[in-house]
């Protein structure tokens, strides 16, 4: 296809760029499920009013970018046929349509059939206009032109099947089967086709490199010498059925043909684009380009497809590339481009990729991330870390390499001969040419959870880990750099050209500074929502790429941020996603976190995702300058909607006070990033946006007379609003008791009474005073009393509904509304630095076969050792700490901070005490119990106190009294998080028993 370097060059992207690949452009379709009315789209044009016009074999479908509005003989009952062949605009702004029954012209809401002023049949296959503004037809009865509103044919014109027309100037060129018709003054001559062309049939012409083209059913054709040659290319174009040729505004030369779509420039096919390749878009009938440059195609079977330049290459499968999921891609010093993916490793060179290692020879089938030298690449994955020998072309895992095995190796840094550092999932290693060496213990800083290794232009050497920015320095050892995401998780690191360094966080965070100065910055201060993956620097901005996307920062503006002078800092995405944000291009964007997770040479970005490599080249970025056209096209009044004529006022009865407007936002290059905001003056003035923006709908129910003005106003995809709202009028009529004389007359009438009525009732009232005000002065005095009964008995009965009736302890309900405030006093006493080893401890205890006890003594017994067992529990726990009842024979300990080595004696101290006590029953006999008891501390994370709640706290205690019930019972067992889970996976599978979480290396489990 396209060399890299042809892909490369700089263009003016106005349209569709010719040196790009037609599989690089951002493609959207539509099909019957998003309302086109049949899988054939025939013809395509743009109106003068801004909505692309597609023709299929079932009438004409006009669409505004969300809805399609189709219009057949049976909502257009003049339309002489449902079969569409052909579409054109004229210079008038009229909308033709061809059909094999007849022409059609769009006038006030529907089609008007056009014929040949007897009524009679035409098969319509083509339009063209002349120099004059004669409009002319290709149809089964010759050449036809319209006169006096029908299409007659003139003496002398070709009277045989003509399938295509074209108009060149003061020159008319009228195609048929093996020949060619051209008009040249008043004279009409025949240009027969020779040799094997002679059963061609003639489908379209074109314009085209200071040549007129003819597409046929035997290949191109072009004009020479007067004479028809066809065009011969070593693909055997001329064995091609051609079905449409479309010259674009870049000068491209656009081929529909049955089997592929070709392009052309000058005289030379650059692409060719077959039907069953995966990103084409099958057997192309018709085409147009739009006001904002984007190349609109018909096809025979694919619907609409509607394609744009976009700023971003991205290589994936046409490119040879062997899976599409890359986790890794880095550049050597020959410019290649090296891409580690999900099931092994490649180099993209020349266009092309070359898959070097497949996933079965790696240590593990991910190549997470790649550092390629002169004489090999170095190659870390998720489990082990290998050398790609690009002399012999093998694999190489020196013995050294096997301290790695179980390690995931995110990022390879070489700091001099023979000497690389490792981030690895077990810690920073060093690399000496012939042994591994563990730099951090697993329990020090550095020895676990290292994301990537980073060298600034001094030397020094940084690590980015789950707790923050680390510096190699002092005793040889990493130490935290203050203020550098101390305790976030670093997921990127960059250094600026003037030494200040960019720090990227998983939590969305980017930290700027240097030293011991640092900024924080987040969505709050204006950058898009993304966790970084890799940074570039180019032309004066910081480019971000991420989980979520790509976006662009002015340098400059940090530095004004900080200084006040601007109140936010212009984030803007280029990528995203979603494609839901206003000017950013839709698209796959960025996988992991480490080294080579995407690099920046000559000022172009290269970034590994989902979907292949992403190459963005800056100087590309054109935001879309058109602004969208707006038209009201149909309102609802009562449940049916009709067609709104341009300048219409909408007029509506007394009694119709309920309106809906349908209206268009033409942007078309995304739909789905623009924004529209209407109002409606006379009633409410202010600007309200759409709640749905793709509905394109606004309602009012209930107006009240009077006359009114709806305003729209819109935004295209990138931003750019239309220059004036968009307005249509509206009148209600009103009652009669609306009008102002009836209104006057109310009015007097009204006040009249008011008058009267307010005399008689002064009157009345000042007998009543006298009667009220010795009334109120004994109710008052009574309700005085009543209102201090009622908040005794309120005391009373809230003390109530938090305790147990039996036990009298604290239930459920008192725990959930005490605990809130308890906890939030605890999170902040965690700041404090003799708080640091403190936790609290969340214990559920069981009474041990207590079920026994209710059959051999009776419930009441049962009831008694509860209330004992109660008090015993009260009498073993410190003051402050709480005993609830949690139901049955299982009650909650919820004891206060203490150090976390205190814990397991606390335990301890609890279960002998229920075993060393003797309780009673029956008043007389002596009962031995045991208990069984699991327990938790709070915070599971230390380190992230809020990460999880009480009650997740609960239910891993909850996992541990079961533990203990299924084994011996009369004992306890303690759980604990481990520094290999997160809070989030963690949270995720608390519905798991405790086996599989300790199994999985979650938790740790202690018992007595």
């Known amino acids: 296809m396209f060399a890299l370097v042809v892909v490369l060059a700089a263009g003016r992207a106005v349209a569709l760029a010719p040196d790009k690949a037609f599989h690089q452009y951002v493609r959207d379709t539509w099909s019957i499920e998003e309302g086109l009315p049949q899988i054939s789209v025939t013809a395509v044009v743009q109106g003068p009013d801004g909505y692309i016009w597609a023709g299929t074999q079932a009438g004409v479908a006009r669409f505004d970018g969300v809805r399609f509005t189709v219009f057949d003989p049976r909502t257009s009952p003049e339309m002489p046929g449902m079969f569409i062949n052909a579409m054109f605009v004229d210079s008038l702004g009229r909308v033709w349509t061809g059909t094999y029954k007849g022409a059609a012209v769009y006038r006030d809401g529907a089609f008007v059939g056009v014929d040949d002023g007897f009524g009679r049949e035409i098969d319509v296959f083509h339009f063209a206009e002349t120099a004059g503004g004669e409009l002319v037809i290709a149809s089964d009865r010759g050449l036809m032109r319209l006169a006096d509103d029908a299409f007659v044919q003139f003496a002398g014109d070709p009277d045989e099947l003509i399938r295509s027309v074209f108009a060149r100037g003061d020159t008319l060129y009228a195609g048929a089967y093996g020949v060619i018709h051209r ?23 074109a314009d085209y490199s200071g040549r007129i083209w003819a597409a046929s059913t035997r290949g191109l054709l072009y004009l020479e010498d007067d004479r028809w040659r066809r065009f011969e290319v070593p693909e055997q174009l001329g064995d091609l059925v051609i079905e449409t040729l479309y010259v674009d505004r870049d ?34 009938l018709g085409m147009t380009e739009d006001h904002e440059g984007n190349l609109w195609l018909g096809s025979r079977w694919d619907g609409l497809a509607r394609l744009w330049n976009g700023w971003v290459f991205r290589y994936d499968k046409p490119e040879g590339l062997h899976n599409s999921l890359v986790w890794s891609v880095a550049r050597d010093e020959s410019g290649q481009v090296w891409t580690g993916t999900m099931d092994g490793l490649a180099v993209f060179r020349d266009g092309r990729f070359e898959q070097l290692v497949g996933g079965s020879e790696q240590p593990h089938p991910h190549a997470y991330t790649i550092l390629p030298e002169e004489e090999r ?28 095995d179980s390690a995931q190796v995110n990022g390879v840094l070489r700091r001099g001969e023979d000497d690389y550092w490792l981030a690895t999932t077990e810690g920073v290693w060093r690399w000496d040419g012939e042994r591994m060496t563990r730099l951090a213990a697993s329990n020090d800083l550095g020895g676990r959870d290292v994301r990537l290794v980073y060298e600034t232009s001094d030397g020094e050497l940084l690590a980015g880990t789950r707790r923050g ?72 901005r910081l480019w971000v790429a991420g989980i979520r996307g790509l976006y662009e920062l002015p340098l400059a503006s940090i530095d004004r941020y900080i200084a006040g002078e601007i109140e936010s800092l212009p984030g803007r995405m280029v990528l995203h996603e979603r494609g839901d944000v206003p000017g950013a291009q839709k698209g796959y964007c960025c996988n992991g976190a480490g080294n080579a997770k995407g690099f920046m040479h000559d000022g172009e970005f290269w970034l590994p995702t989902r979907g292949g490599i992403v190459h963005l080249v800056p100087s590309r970025i054109r935001r879309n300058p058109e602004p969208p056209r707006l038209r009201v096209d149909r309102i609802r009044v009562g449940q049916a909607w009709r067609t709104l004529a341009p300048g219409e006022v909408a007029q509506l009865s007394a009694s119709q006070r309920d309106v809906a407007f349908g209206f268009a936002v033409l942007s078309f290059q995304d739909p789905t990033s623009i924004h529209a905001e209407y109002r409606l003056q006379g009633f409410r003035n202010e600007w309200q946006r759409l709640d749905e923006p793709m509905q394109r709908q606004v309602f009012y129910t209930n107006l009240p007379s009077g006359r009114y003005t ?23 009529r009103p009652y009669p008791w609306e009008t102002p004389w009836f209104q006057a007359v109310a009015l007097f009438a009204t006040l009249l009474l008011i008058w009267l009525g307010f005399n008689y009732r002064l009157r009345h009232l000042q007998r009543q005073q006298r009667v009220l005000e010795q009334t109120v002065s004994d109710r008052t005095e009574e309700l005085r009393v009543a ?27 008192y725990l959930a509304s005490q605990l809130t405030a308890d906890l939030a006093h605890f999170h902040r006493e965690l700041a404090r630095a003799h708080m640091a080893d403190h936790g609290m401890l969340f214990a559920l205890l069981d009474i041990d076969h207590f079920k026994r006890i209710n059959d051999r003594h009776g419930h009441t017994a049962g009831d008694e050792v509860l209330q004992q067992i109660a008090r015993r529990l009260e009498e073993l726990v410190r003051h402050g700490d ?21 814990m397991p004696r606390v335990i301890e101290r609890i279960v002998a005490g229920i075993r060393e006590h003797a309780f009673l029953v029956n008043r007389s006999e002596r009962l031995e119990l045991t208990c069984s008891l699991g327990a938790a501390a709070y915070p599971p994370f230390p380190a992230n106190p809020k990460a999880m709640s009480w009650e997740q706290t609960v239910t891993l205690a909850d996992k541990a009294l079961y533990a203990v019930k299924r084994g011996r019972r009369d004992g306890w067992c303690t759980v604990r998080t481990t520094t290999r889970v997160e809070p989030a996976t963690l949270e995720g599978r608390l519905d798991q028993s405790l086996e599989e979480l300790v199994e999985a290396g979650f938790l740790d489990v202690e018992g007595g």
């Open 377 to 404: 690449v170095w190659v870390g994955t998720r489990t082990g870390l290998y050398w790609w020998d690009r002399r012999d072309r093998r694999v190489v895992r020196p013995d050294g390499f096997r301290a790695l």
């Open 787 to 813: 209102n201090e009964n009622l908040r005794d008995y309120s005391a009373r009965l809230e003390t109530a509904s938090m305790t147990d009736p039996l036990t009298r302890l604290w239930n459920r309900r």
């Open 710 to 732: 709806l305003e729209l106003r819109a935004t295209n995809n990138a931003g750019v609003w239309n220059r004036e709202p968009t307005q249509v009028d509206l009148h209600i």
């Open 183 to 205: 008009l040249a003054g008043e004279t009409w001559e025949a240009m027969p086709l020779e040799g094997e062309l002679a059963t061609a049939r003639v489908n379209d012409f």
């Open 882 to 902: 709480y005993v609830v009842r949690w139901g049955g024979e299982e009650f909650l300990l919820v004891f206060r901070p203490m150090p976390a080595d205190q």
């Open 251 to 284: 000068d491209n030369l656009w081929l529909g043909a049955a089997g592929r779509l070709l392009r052309m420039q000058g005289e030379r096919i650059v692409e060719s684009i077959p039907d069953d390749a995966p990103f084409a878009h099958g057997s192309v």
């Open 469 to 540: 920015l680390l510096r190699w320095g002092e005793r040889e050892r990493f130490h935290p750099i203050e203020g550098a995401a101390v305790e976030h998780d670093v997921t990127a690191v960059l250094e600026l050209s003037d030494g200040r360094l960019v720090v990227g966080t998983l939590d969305e965070r980017l930290f700027v500074g240097h030293g011991e100065h640092w900024h924080e910055f987040g969505a709050e201060d204006g950058l898009p929502v993304n966790s970084p993956f890799a940074f570039g620097e180019a032309d004066d």
